[in-house]
């Protein structure tokens, strides 16, 4: 094992091979010791749709919408755009949440690994509000749209036009990952999420993390693992034997 030092000599900053800090599955899902943002953002919508379960039984269904359906005429009527926020944190039933929690685990803790726990709440309810707005003036009739896939698309567009806008800071590697494997990848899980279920939400929230990913900025851990090129480390180390 060798040991490498952060290029500003602190010698906190170390990893094993070259790798510098330690970037696996569960450190980029889960990126802080503590509570970090994507485990909030499943603990709240994992507990209202328990507790709306239990309330509810099998009238879950029906409640829930007869519920979205007086907030959209709350919203028409009032103006009371408020009832916007607790629909991002709802879902139509089991199968819906398990679907919509396997997303944001991906797209929560991708985000929250490049630009931290705060801008991805940030994030997250910037634009599930707007696939929320833009649902309600696409579909301009009741009820008003229930799920967290907006926001979950919105941190998938942010992710891309961050990785897009960021591009030169990523060593060699970390630039071949991205654009042979991760683009990719975004854009075959994107394409056929897009025309699925409310389709003007999942574009609205997408294309809202589209701009908003241009102004988030890295998180400190992205310049320390573009400060570390293993690729170029272990060509030193070739020439050396």
């Known amino acids: 094992m060798r040991k490498v030092s952060h290029p500003n000599g602190n010698p906190s900053k170390v990893g094993i091979d070259g790798v510098g800090p330690i970037t696996g599955l569960r450190e980029v899902l889960f990126p802080t010791r503590g509570l970090s943002a994507t485990e909030l953002l499943l603990a709240i919508n994992l507990i209202v749709a328990a507790v709306l379960f239990l309330v509810w039984g099998r009238d879950y269904a029906v409640n829930l919408h007869h519920w979205a359906e007086g907030w959209w005429s709350a919203v028409r009527a009032e103006h009371a755009y408020g009832w916007w926020l607790p629909t991002i944190f709802l879902h139509v039933g089991p199968g819906h949440l398990v679907r919509n929690m396997v997303a944001l685990l991906v797209a929560a803790g991708t985000a929250e690994f490049l630009v931290g726990g705060r801008w991805t709440l940030a994030a997250y309810l910037v634009t599930g509000l707007g696939a929320a707005w833009v649902?309600?003036?696409?579909?301009?009739?009741?009820?008003?749209?229930?799920?967290?896939?907006?926001?979950?698309?919105?941190?998938?567009?942010?992710?891309?036009?961050?990785?897009?806008?960021?591009r030169r800071m990523f060593n060699y590697a970390q630039a071949w990952k991205v654009w042979r494997v991760y683009v990719p990848l975004f854009v075959l899980l994107l394409l056929p999420a897009l025309v699925n279920a409310d389709v003007h939400a999942h574009v609205g929230g997408f294309a809202c993390g589209l701009v908003l990913g241009l102004w988030l900025p890295p998180h400190a851990r992205i310049h320390e693992l573009a400060a570390v090129d293993s690729l170029r480390d272990e060509d030193v180390d070739a020439r050396r034997d």
């Open 135 to 166: 649902s309600y003036v696409g579909h301009d009739a009741p009820p008003l749209s229930i799920g967290a896939s907006g926001a979950i698309l919105g941190l998938l567009g942010c992710t891309v036009s961050f990785i897009i806008r960021r």
